[in-house]
């Protein structure tokens, strides 16, 4: 029997691996445009990063802050 | 001195076997029922988010799939319906179906939390749990109301793309949920009254086998006259309008006229006409769904009452 360069299991593993290619790529890609997106739409952008922020800290009563400004 | 051995395992699979796990036809239909639900909502969502939304509430129902699969392949293998899955037929071994679910339920479950919001990703979780745990390994080998069960989880996809939109669950998507649920008891019981030997064969109770095919007809009639209400009630709420309202009446009309004509032949009428009208209503039933459904659709984009 000759010896066949490529088995049929070689196609198998091919179509394997080539569809799991296309499918991370493609993940890949729709993280990319998702992150286009979000950031287009002015989405909050930024996470706890273990200290407190200005910009993650509640937005306190401007009225309070008015009447310890004046005092 | 040489060795030859011969490797005995299982026959590589190929990719469209892993995508066979995922149950696509079953998928289609969530693709559809969540993206009407998605689509109906009163809040507009960007139109790629709205894909990727659909596109893992879809990979979720796929990862439920694919442990569904996993857990029946002895099941699957008795029953001529289920025979080629991947799993009785060799392709795939039943321990990479069930790390394919797993890993892919996660995956969904983040990414729609990380695309739309965290309730959606937790009703999705709750989604794949509830058919693979409750109704595959807990309730479908149990009781005979096991179709009950089982289209609870087929009826959460709209309520998903509804909290994807909202964030959150209304009378609307409620609706949406109970159109799936009460539909699908007689859709499938009629198919069990003409497709029979199967389940009895793999031990599975189905209501015709355990309770007899008299019982079976009266439940396929009380579940068309339960539904009517909700199909109905469903066209008053915002989402409603006259278009959905004249097609849910005409459904409505046909199906319970259907389970009324199932409820009163004898199995001896049925076997003489082989089955017709047991058929007739099966396929009327696949109707009922997508027309409901994209009646809803027709009527968000024309706007309700």
């Given at each position: ?24 790529l ?25 200290q ?11 009225a ?8 | ?20 796990l ?7 239909l ?22 990727c ?15 569904n ?14 025979q080629?899955r ?16 797993i ?14 919001n965290w ?10 749990f ?52 009460f ?13 029979k ?5 793999a ?14 007809r ?19 709420t ?34 003489a ?9 099966f396929?009327l039933s ?20």
């Amino acid at each position: 029997m000759a010896l066949r360069p490529e088995h049929e299991i070689h196609t198998r593993r091919r179509s394997r691996n080539v569809g799991l290619g296309i499918v991370l790529l493609s993940f890949v890609a729709l993280v990319f445009a998702l992150t286009v997106v979000k950031v287009q739409q002015g989405d909050m952008m930024e996470a706890f990063d273990h200290q407190p922020r200005v910009s993650l800290t509640p937005v306190p009563d401007a009225a309070p802050a008015l009447a310890e400004g004046g005092q | 001195m040489t060795d030859i051995n011969a490797y005995d395992g299982a026959p590589e699979a190929e990719f469209r076997d892993y995508v066979a796990l995922l149950k696509p036809r079953v998928m289609s239909l969530v693709v559809f029922t969540a993206f009407v639900g998605l689509w109906v909502a009163p809040v507009d969502v960007h139109p790629f988010i709205a894909f990727c939304s659909i596109l893992f509430i879809a990979l979720g129902g796929g990862a439920s799939g694919a442990l569904n699969m996993w857990y029946d392949r002895d099941i699957d293998a008795v029953m001529n319906r289920t025979q080629s899955r991947p799993i009785p037929a060799g392709r795939v071994e039943g321990g990479e179906a069930l790390g394919l679910g797993i890993v892919l339920a996660l995956i969904s479950v983040m990414m729609l939390g990380l695309v739309a919001n965290w309730f959606a990703a937790g009703f999705l979780a709750f989604t794949v749990f509830f058919y693979a745990v409750v109704y595959t390994i807990w309730l479908k080998r149990w009781t005979p109301q096991n179709i009950v069960i089982g289209g609870a989880a087929g009826a959460f996809p709209p309520m998903i793309g509804w909290a994807c939109a909202t964030g959150g669950i209304t009378i609307e998507s409620l609706l949406m949920f109970a159109l799936i649920f009460f539909w699908t008891p007689p859709h499938f019981w009629a198919l069990a009254l003409f497709m029979k030997e199967d389940y009895h064969k793999a031990g599975v109770p189905m209501l015709t086998v355990t309770h007899g095919r008299p019982t079976t007809r009266r439940h396929i009639f009380a579940y068309t006259l339960v539904l009517a209400p909700f199909a109905i009630w469903l066209g008053l709420t915002s989402i409603g309008g006259p278009l959905y309202m004249a097609v849910a009446v005409v459904l409505n009309a046909a199906f319970i006229r259907g389970g009324w004509q199932i409820l009163r032949r004898s199995e001896d009428q049925a076997i003489a006409d082989g089955y017709a009208v047991e058929k007739r209503v099966f396929k009327l039933s696949l109707y009922y769904l997508f027309l409901h459904f994209l009646a809803l659709l027709l009527q968000g984009w024309m706007g309700g009452w």
